[in-house]
């Protein structure tokens, strides 16, 4: 497990049930809103100062992915992705990377595709049983509760930059 996290370059993340717990709100005005972990936000700028690309890839559109996305300095936003797979491929292309170079956390049935190519495959605690049974690195804590946070410190730890990354 360790020398596939060593490897990896760019971390994929699906939204809905990995950054966020899978549940939205909506107001009396329709209006949409979605909570993210701080954790897993302090990894992702860990993840960053330590050279990784990040990139979210969700079959869902939300202005809030946008902010949060933002916010973390993720410029690898694909949001309303139909083809997971093939978004997938176009980043390995505009990165010059390899599938044994990137990482991916899903957790519902659209991500397999994905899950099944990339060189360290993870899912949350919490994510679809069938999605489980199917990577090679199942977080201890649920979407939107440190599972993405969990990833990266594998990732840095293998890569023994995570001393470094947390010292600042």
Not at 63 to 85: D, S
Not at 130 to 149: C, I, P, S, Y
Request: aromatic share 6%; proline share 2%; hydrophobic share 45%.
């Amino acid at each position: 497990m360790l020398e596939k996290a060593k490897a990896i370059r760019l971390l994929i993340m699906d939204v809905d049930g990995v950054l966020t717990d899978g549940r939205i709100f909506y107001s009396a005005e329709g209006v949409e809103s979605e909570a993210f972990f701080v954790r897993d936000g302090f990894g992702l700028r860990m993840a960053r100062q330590a050279g990784m690309l990040t990139a979210i890839l969700t079959g869902r559109v939300s202005g809030a992915v946008t902010h949060r996305a933002k916010e973390l300095g993720i410029t690898e936003i694909h949001q309303g992705a139909v083809n997971k797979l093939h978004v997938y491929e176009m980043l390995l292309q505009r990165y010059g990377l390899t599938d044994e170079a990137a990482a991916y956390v899903g957790d519902d049935l659209n991500d397999l595709p994905v899950l099944g190519r990339v060189g360290l495959s993870a899912a949350p605690a919490d994510a679809d049983p069938r999605v489980r049974t199917k990577v090679a690195f199942v977080t201890t804590l649920g979407g939107g509760r440190g599972a993405v946070r969990e990833v990266i410190d594998l990732i840095l730890t293998a890569k023994g930059r995570w001393e470094q990354c947390v010292e600042g």
